[in-house]
């Protein structure tokens, strides 16, 4: 298994990246807390940890810690517009429920 | 599912606490909002993509009729009850604009704040402002889904105390909350990064907006901008470079305009499309075609250059006066930022690199360069960044939270958060009628809380008895800039509270936090189960309680002997499996338990609702 980028999410990175200047990739990560037991993290990437694993895919490399792997395997990020709002998705399949808002989720 | 950005590293916030914030470029002739997302510092275009709002507000009896682009098409048809340029008037007296502006119209009511007439009745300047930034906040609450936690608004530097405190009245009524005013040209210079020189220097912002000019010079000294001098002209901008164009048309065409509002209208768009041509090439076609009126012409660089001529100088006679109020030469400036549409004239940015001897600062959009600044601090401010003014910049080495139920570590500062840091968390209570509660204070990134490190232990007590999970208690973890940590924990209904003073890194080698870290990525897969497990045992545990509680009460009023063996059976069941090691398997006869009890809850409700009801009439419902 892996974690993949849609094209869409990877050209936002690869701009984001750009524009900042600096940063290896994209950090993906889970925190046990929220309103539905877990919440994602997507940050930029400066180092990376010996620990960490790294995928790369559309030319961006995705840096996670191995405790947040085992909640995120299978990981496909979008990016996508509702409206006038714009930002990522994550489609993970170890998801079974999330809260209504979708930045908490249970597996 | 929620749209997510990306943080800086280590500044992740906990879901639902995304701290979004805007920078407002509140102009004369236009305004902007902008704000930074994923770390790109961009304007937030409306739905048919202008970044820019038209700073004009339409009246009718009703009240406000339009804003922006449609206001804006109602100034010629309907002049009395348009209002544009407002910001030219916002904080001003009675006398004041009556001196400088006479051809407004005032209501003349003793009011101490001047009310400009309008079909909706008197209105303040301060209100037509509002609502101007009530469109800007409308528009990035859709763009960004969600309310602001805050606004930095820029005004020009020249602005004093009691048209700062106007246009923050304003963005109050806008419901919005000042982060900060800050100076427009300083804002400039923000977006140009000139504020993270590690040198101190001395900068020029030169801005030619629609219908004014504005040069200022400003000094950057320890990461602190002051505006040394500040000169300009409130009647000078891109509209005076259009007029002369017109009047260039009527000149080479023999067309008159007397009277004819359409002709007018229809030349200044020519105008403005021949200036815009000249931006990128040396002749712009020019084609009139009003009624009977038609002309078709060429305007050269030249000629349009020599058209302007006065118009810039008049702007580097400012230039010059300004910088002799800061006894400094054209030789000391270090940067040029320019700002305003009209800066992409070539003619202004040749004058203006001439003048200053040396290449001026265009990269960034001069329309939205303003604004773009505006957010950069508005981020800053609101506490999505670590604040870069501060000298101490330390980080959590490692998590820090407190023990929940089942042994597990709720982390509440995540390990390597930038400090001073504050966040916030609600709890509540497990049992009815608990009044008191242990909060065990930890630090490590381990599930389980005997594989982190105790800090501390507290009581919280005299929460009032209330039903399990009513009691909102809201622990917060602050760590301020020498690592000292407090938690604190407030009962929210009650207000009754309790903290503790720990230092967290206190005895902690290098070494041992290293050790720490890795183990927790060691037994990254073990401790998901272990959580799950505890989770599920947790679960487990309040179930039974809560049967146990009610069936004690009315379980033979209910319940047929037959049912009830059943739910015992279940529970039976329940209580194997929490004692085993399976976590689905606790999952399966939790299930399978509330099963065989949903009868049973559902006669119980009724019996309660029933109670609640029983002698009152259908008229006390309504």
Known sequence: MAITLTDAAADRVKNFIDNRGKGVGLRLGVRTTGCSGMAYVLEFADEVEETDVVFEDNDVKVVVDPKSLVYLDGTELDFGKEGLNEGFKFKNPNVKDECGCGESFNV | MALLQISEPGQSTAPHQHRLAAGIDLGTTNSLVATVRSGLAETLPDASGNAMLPSVVCFDSHGVAAIGVQAREQAALNPHNTISSVKRLIGLSHAEIAGSYPFVRLESTDDSVPRLSTAAGGVTAIEVSAQILSALRDRAVAS?????????????????????????????????????????????????????????????????????????????????????????????????????????????????????????????????????????????????????????????????????????????????????????????????????????????????????????????????????????????????????????????????????????????????????????????????????????????????????????????????????????????????????????????????????????????????????????MKHAESDVQLRMLQEQRVEADRTIEALDAAMQKDAEAFLSAEEKSQILSAKDTLIAAREGEDSDQIKKALRDLEAASQAYVARRMNATVGDLMRGTTISNYE
């Open chain 2, 144 to 520: 960004l889904g969600g309310d602001l936690a805050g606004v930095v608004i820029t005004v020009p530097a020249y602005f004093d105390d009691s048209q700062r405190q106007a246009t923050k009245d304003a963005a109050q009524l806008a419901g919005l909350k000042v982060l900060r005013l800050i100076n427009e040209p300083t804002a400039a210079a923000i977006a140009y990064g000139i504020d993270k020189k590690d040198s101190d220097t001395t900068i020029a912002v030169y801005d030619l907006g629609g219908g004014t000019f504005d040069i200022s010079i400003l000094k950057l000294e320890r990461g602190v901008f002051e505006v040394l001098a500040t000169a300009g002209d409130t009647a000078l901008g891109g509209d005076d470079i259009d007029n002369a164009i017109v009047q260039w048309i009527l000149d080479e065409s023999g067309l008159g305009i007397d009277n004819d509002a359409g002709l007018q209208r229809h030349l200044l768009d020519v105008a403005r499309n021949a200036k815009h041509q000249l931006s990128g090439s040396a002749v712009a076609e020019l084609k009139v075609e009003s009624g009977p009126s038609a002309w078709t012409g060429q305007l050269s660089r030249e000629t349009f250059d020599g058209l302007i001529e006065s118009l810039v100088d008049r702007t580097i006679r400012a230039c010059k006066s300004t910088l002799n109020d800061a006894s400094l030469n054209a030789s000391d400036i270090e940067e040029v930022v320019m700002v305003g549409g009209s800066t992409r004239v070539p003619l202004v940015r040749e004058t203006v690199s001439a003048f200053f001897k040396q290449d001026v600062l265009t990269s960034i959009d001069p329309d939205e360069v303003v604004a773009v600044g505006a957010a950069l601090q508005a981020d800053i401010l609101v506490g999505n960044k670590p604040d870069s003014d501060l000298l101490l910049l330390d980080v959590v080495p490692l998590s820090l939270g407190i023990e929940t139920m089942g042994g597990l570590t709720e982390h509440i500062i995540p390990r390597n958060t930038t400090i001073p840091v504050a966040r916030a968390q609600e709890f509540t209570t497990y049992k009815d009628g608990q009044t008191a509660m242990a909060l065990h204070v930890v630090q490590g990134e381990r599930d389980l809380v005997q594989d982190c490190r105790s800090l501390g232990r507290f009581e919280l007590r005299g929460i009032p008895p209330m039903v399990a999970g009513q009691a909102r208690i809201q622990v917060t973890f602050q760590v301020d800039a020498d690592g000292l940590l407090t938690v604190a924990a407030t009962e929210q209904t009650s207000g009754v509270a309790a903290e503790v003073h720990i230092k967290p890194s206190y005895g902690l080698s290098d070494g041992e936090i290293e050790t720490m870290i890795r183990d927790s």
